[in-house]
């Protein structure tokens, strides 16, 4: 099923069920589709890792301290063991991406030769990545988790055990939003996107249920992730050509400058986008939430008043 919260299930089977299923999807990616293409089982692996630990911080409220951390731990160091793939092959679709867009600026050579460096980057990366036993071991983290996912200790249900844990999203959004901004550093800007990532998760989640608004906020917090993570991108290869380990080829220093002019337009865009996504108070967007979440459950369980055994595992 698609990773979302269907109205007339308990919020208690839709959390359990979304966690099974991403990871299912990440062993399946790294057991199976390893040996088929490397580089896309890596980045769907990473990506349903990051639902997964976004779904944890979502039931914050919900669920023990201990058994959260734990679960995030395990979830943290699997993701860090997969990342430097990414790094190699993000760092190529930017260059591809500067000379496409800056063409003509440039001799296509001098984006040509930074490329065949990052290419060479990319394949020592792989050769890692496909090894047997970091492979072996990443599974068995993954399905180790997978395993205690029936273990559990979800406290309550409904609304109340969502709520703390997205109003933090949005609160730390709206935070690091307002240091990143100030700073422009690539730290901040990084940790802006993470939250902004949680919370795009987070109403993903709960827009099946929470209308079209919500729908719509989801989206616009799909588009900010993604201009934040070209911007993200582009300070990789940046700071990679900017290492005196980098081999100086013709031309490094204007694409360096190309490189400084496109993340200055992604952050001035991704800026007056984040002063719309974040333009209600903490109290307001929980007001919103929770009323679109109650109207949500309302319609759900409308034609369900006649068998109230269906209504009452509806609502819980």
């Given at each position: ?207 099946q249920i929470c209308g079209p608004t919500v729908r719509g906020h989801a989206k616009e917090l799909d588009l900010l992730s993604d201009l934040l993570g070209d911007d993200h991108d ?83």
């Amino acid at each position: 099923m698609a990773y979302k919260f269907e109205p007339d299930e308990s919020v208690r089977h839709a959390l359990t069920r979304c966690a099974r299923e991403q990871l299912d999807r990440s062993v399946s990616e790294l057991s199976d589709g390893i040996g088929t293409d490397p580089v896309e089982a890596i980045h769907s692996a990473r990506k349903a890792i990051k639902k997964e630990r976004s779904l944890l911080r979502l039931v914050r409220g919900a669920m023990p301290r201990e058994q959260r951390r734990r679960e995030n731990a395990a979830l943290r160091e699997v993701g860090r063991s997969l990342s430097g793939a990414r790094d190699a092959e993000v760092m190529i679709a930017s260059i591809d991406e500067l000379s496409d867009r800056f063409a003509g600026q440039l001799p296509e050579t001098a984006f040509q030769r930074i490329r065949e460096h990052l290419e060479a980057r990319r394949s020592a990366a792989a050769e890692l990545g496909n090894c047997s036993v970091v492979d072996e071991r990443v599974v068995q983290h993954l399905a180790a988790v997978r395993a205690r996912v029936d273990e559990w200790q979800l406290r309550g249900g409904g609304w109340k055990s969502l709520e703390s844990g997205l109003l933090r999203s949005y609160e730390r959004g709206r935070q690091t939003f307002g240091r990143a901004r100030v700073s422009s550093e690539m730290e901040d800007l990084h940790s802006w996107r993470k939250r902004v990532k949680d919370l795009w998760y987070h109403e993903r989640l709960l827009a099946q249920i929470c209308g079209p608004t919500v729908r719509g906020h989801a989206k616009e917090l799909d588009l900010l992730s993604d201009l934040l993570g070209d911007d993200h991108d582009l300070a990789l290869l940046r700071h990679e050509l900017t290492q005196t380990t980098t081999p100086a080829t013709a031309g490094v220093d204007a694409v360096v400058n190309l490189i400084d002019h496109r993340r200055s337009e992604l952050q001035t865009e991704a800026t007056r986008l984040g002063e719309r996504v974040y333009a209600e108070t903490v109290k307001a967007y929980r007001r919103r939430m929770r009323r679109s979440w109650t109207v949500g459950r309302g319609l759900a369980r409308a034609p369900l008043d006649e068998n109230p055994r269906q209504l009452a595992a509806a609502t819980r």
